[in-house]
């Protein structure tokens, strides 16, 4: 190998790692403009800690929050602990007279962590009477993606049982578990307040996280990627591995790469992130 072509190479993997490094720095910087949670509190004590635990995390994962609290809420939550435990300057309540408009546009995702029977009930009736019903029905009819932590209005929740004991009947029973259904029947995702963070990260995946599939691909680049789908393993024809082509081949466990390829850090990173195995053959 000559001079001139060893010095074409040189210059082709600096440039083609420098290109995947400014794209993956606009794309984490794309992606988490889109993390904003709308985190509207009613008054529902029940499964309170588990959902605030994962709204904590949600936090460490990038997503910034909007937090509202009820009147309802005003009564169970102390406001400057919420404050201080989410780490806001402000939060928002009833006598604010917000723009309820904004405040749904601005944020990707609403969540009601803290679900009560009153507010699941009037959701599912359609009444539209304070702040909290008022930001989830203009995020309905505005097609948002709205996350509901139902503990606190399920009549099956055992926390909720062993407060109340069972003396509920079975007819009082069935208007809540209907309201419940209702809200399933408007869209809205229902969860456990233990599953909220792992609810929001799916909805946020499937649906806003930006779509890099086809940033950095050819055809060339993947080869018997269709016959070996079965055993999940595929071979990458490139000089230089990035994250992002890691993150396009996420469903495979074995990316085999060529002996002289160049795998950058990221890529590497990537690559545990999803426990894929690269492999220079």
Not at 66 to 92: D, M, P, Q, R, W
Not at 152 to 178: A, H, T, V
């Amino acid at each position: 190998m000559d001079f001139k072509n060893l010095e074409n190479i040189i210059n082709e993997s600096v440039e083609k790692v420098f290109i995947d490094y400014i794209v993956e720095k606009v794309f984490e910087k794309l992606d988490n403009y889109n993390k904003k949670l709308l985190v509207v509190f009613t008054g529902a004590s029940i499964g309170f800690e588990e959902a605030f635990k994962c709204i904590k995390k949600l936090q460490g994962n990038g997503f910034k929050l909007t937090i509202v609290l009820s009147n309802g809420a005003l009564n169970v939550f102390n406001e400057n602990l919420i404050k201080e435990f989410f780490k806001v300057e402000k939060v928002i309540k009833e006598d604010d007279n917000e723009d309820i408009i904004s405040l749904v546009k601005e944020n990707t995702i609403i969540i009601i962590p803290t679900l009560t029977v009153n507010t699941c009930s009037k959701i599912a009736n359609g009444i539209s009477d304070n702040i909290s019903t008022n930001i989830i029905n203009y995020s309905l009819i505005s097609g948002k993606k709205v996350i509901a932590s139902i503990n606190g209005c399920c009549p099956d929740n055992k926390e909720r049982i062993s407060i109340f004991k069972d003396n509920m009947s079975n007819s009082y029973k069935y208007l809540l578990r209907n309201n419940i259904k209702k809200l399933k029947d408007y869209n809205i995702i229902l969860a456990k307040s233990v599953n909220l963070e792992k609810k929001v990260i799916k909805v946020y995946n499937d649906n806003f996280r930006l779509n890099i599939n086809n940033l950095n691909k050819h055809k060339s680049d993947y080869i018997s990627n269709k016959q070996n789908i079965e055993g999940k393993e595929i071979l990458l024809n490139k000089k230089i591995i990035s994250k992002i082509d890691v993150y396009n081949l996420k469903n495979y466990k074995v990316i085999k790469i060529n002996q002289n390829a160049i795998i950058t850090p990221s890529a590497k990173d990537e690559a545990l992130k999803y426990n894929i195995n690269i492999l220079k053959i």
